[in-house]
């Protein structure tokens, strides 16, 4: 089922130019202010030795800045450019039916597409009241997978982490054709096992290892990362079944989704604080510790900030660029995005240049253009 072409618009050429460097210049600098809080000293920062300097590792408090930037997205409505406010009430009411139609839930539902069947008419129902609850089991799935892949930004580099987003492209194909009736065709199984072999060349010498106790830590943790995108890719397909049958705009679902995460793991963090958190100072789940490191530190606030801002600003131009240019635009701009944050990367000394990495990189660029056609 195509999700995407009955929303898509006639804009200007400056416009089309503007939403693809939003959402690229967007979803980059989250990436890489992700990493930069990462590499901030909190403790210990005067010692000459390195190996005793303590460093801000929260995934959990980055994770619920994520869903921040998603309850951001509710605000869209009251945004609006003087242009779009000028436009009557017809206008607005038939632009949302279209959206409503759109069922473009998250930025990665284009990877459900299938081409070659037909389009599913279902017959849709405003979402309303407890209905709104069902958004809270793709949040859940949500939670899990980020937190899991923001613990790998302690250990790979950020480049790596965008690149094995391609394993969601498999999961997300080999769920949709289980539980959502979608018949891939030969070209994409074909396609998907094109991007396999381009991620296990991505995770060849992704990181240094020595003996054996280190092979297995790198395996572990690309393991995580596969587990993580398992997860990601069913919070695609729950989304989908969703929106499938309820109508309800798109950014409406990440500010919804946002709200559901964020007060979700505001509940649990004082419970697992009691439990683990005070036992292990310094852990992930230490948020007293966190928040003053946070708080003290204007390098790690501002990172925080700009966070928090471009995943709000990712949503809204992920949202638009579908609209009006359909998901082979999104594609291209994901892939210039792990371009353009794997030479901020190589710039700033996190990564080194790796021939082999270029390799399954290409490989997967080909495989990803293969199965959207």
């Not at 998907?192 to 020595?210: E, F, H, K, M």
């Amino acid at each position: 089922m195509n999700t995407t072409s009955p929303a898509l618009r006639h804009i200007s050429p400056r416009s089309k130019v503007r939403l693809a460097l939003g959402l690229l210049g967007s979803s980059a600098a989250c990436t890489v202010c992700l990493k930069l809080q990462n590499q901030t000293c909190v403790d210990h920062c005067a010692d000459l030795d390195s190996a005793d300097r303590e460093y801000f590792q929260q995934p959990v408090l980055q994770t619920m800045a994520m869903f921040l930037g998603g309850i951001l997205c509710l605000l869209t409505p009251a945004i609006r450019s003087p242009t779009n406010r000028r436009r009557t009430q017809k206008q607005l009411i038939m632009e949302e039916a279209d959206l409503d139609g759109a069922n473009i839930a998250s930025e990665t539902s284009y990877m459900l597409q299938d081409a070659e069947s037909p389009p599913v008419q279902i017959s849709q129902r405003p979402m309303q009241g407890f209905g709104y609850l069902l958004l809270w089991l793709p949040t859940a799935l949500d939670i899990v997978s980020s937190t899991m892949m923001l613990v790998l930004f302690f250990y790979l580099p950020p480049s790596l982490i965008n690149m094995l987003h391609g394993l969601t492209v498999i999961f997300s194909g080999m769920l949709a054709a289980k539980f959502l009736d979608r018949h891939l065709s030969t070209r994409q199984y074909t396609s998907l096992a094109i991007i396999l072999l381009g991620v296990r060349r991505l995770t060849v010498n992704s990181t240094p290892t020595t003996g054996r106790s280190s092979t297995r830590i790198a395996l572990a943790r690309v393991a995580l990362a596969a587990v993580a995108q398992f997860l990601n890719a069913a919070q695609t397909v729950v989304e989908e079944s969703i929106l499938s049958r309820y109508s309800i705009r798109p950014a409406k679902v990440a500010g919804i989704e946002g709200v559901f995460g964020f007060c979700t793991m505001a509940a649990l963090l004082v419970p697992l604080y009691y439990l683990a958190g005070a036992c292990q100072h310094g852990g992930i789940l230490d948020t007293p510790l966190a928040i003053a490191q946070l708080t003290s530190s204007v390098r790690l606030s501002v990172a925080m900030a700009v966070c928090i801002l471009g995943q709000a600003l990712s949503y809204y131009y992920s949202l638009s660029l579908v609209k009006h240019l359909g998901a082979t635009s999104r594609i291209t701009i994901d892939l210039c995005k792990t371009v353009m944050v794997w030479s901020i990367s190589l710039g700033l000394g996190w990564e080194t240049f790796s021939y082999v990495r270029v390799l399954g990189f290409a490989v997967l660029v080909a495989g990803n253009l293969a199965y959207n056609g």
